[in-house]
């Protein structure tokens, strides 16, 4: 038999039609196996496609497909603003290597460069009336996302916390979550308060927004969104979110900043977070409660 050339159409031979197949080929893709074919055929004979149809119908017969695993969630990230240029620009460089379908800043009027350090960063950069809850709600009207992810400027997440996050929400059928809680210090007692709020989330349902609340856009839509609330519209969306299905509280974790508990005290940070959550679950009005939480950047 002559030698093979690399095109299989470069020969025609009256000899009836052989393929070769090296035995190692691992490939299921129908065409590019066909590209290892050399196929013989003499140039003056006629090529029978028929024959070859035959040939090849019973080398390669009907495969099922077999269902490859694609990632088809938009996650939608978004980020209320309030003079937050000190750290904005290094969390939103760490969120951005997460490679999220968009970034949302909303800016509550701020009077330093948070505006221009987020346009130079984010997918959409637009302003509101200050407050978290109605900052979220407007970033959440403009997200084109499937899952919206709330982060706090100063929050960061690894990768394996994002995936984990994906892939849960791809497969588990939750109506949302959030993520365990990491205070980025190496003090023994914010270790310790980290291990609480987490025992705390996984066991009272109380989830505060530094822990990246996540939850489905049209759940999210079904709900009304965050409650029009000065202070602690987090704890209330993440109860009312409890209603619309199972929620998730990922062991992987969000890490948030130390500096409330350095500017104020880790005692009284603490006492005080405690206190107002308290409260608010005993019903007492969020104005009063907002005047006891100051705003530290």
Known sequence: MPRFKKNPLDYISSEP???????????????????RLTIMINLNAKLDISRLAIHLAKLYPAQKLIPRSRDTLKISVVIPTLNE????????????????????VVDGGSTDSTVSVARRMATLVITSKSGRAPQMNAGAKKATGDLLLFMHADNKLTLESFERM?????????????????????????????????????????????????VRADIFQKMGGFSPLPICEDLDFFRRLGRQGKVVLLEEKTHTSARRWKAEGIFYTTLRNITIGSLFLLGFSPQTLSKWYSAIR
């Open 17 to 35: 039609i052989s393929v070769e197949i090296k035995p190692d080929y691992q490939h299921n893709n129908f065409a590019k196996r066909c590209n």
């Open 85 to 104: 240029t000190l750290i904005l620009e290094d969390n939103l460089r760490a969120i951005s290597s997460l490679n999220p379908h968009e970034i949302i």
């Open 166 to 214: 994906k892939k849960i929400m791809t497969t588990d059928g939750s109506a949302g979550g959030a993520f365990s809680l990491q205070i980025e210090s190496e003090k023994a007692s914010l270790k310790v308060i980290s291990l609480l709020a987490t025992w705390r989330s996984k066991y009272l349902n109380l989830v505060y927004g530094d822990q990246a609340i996540f």
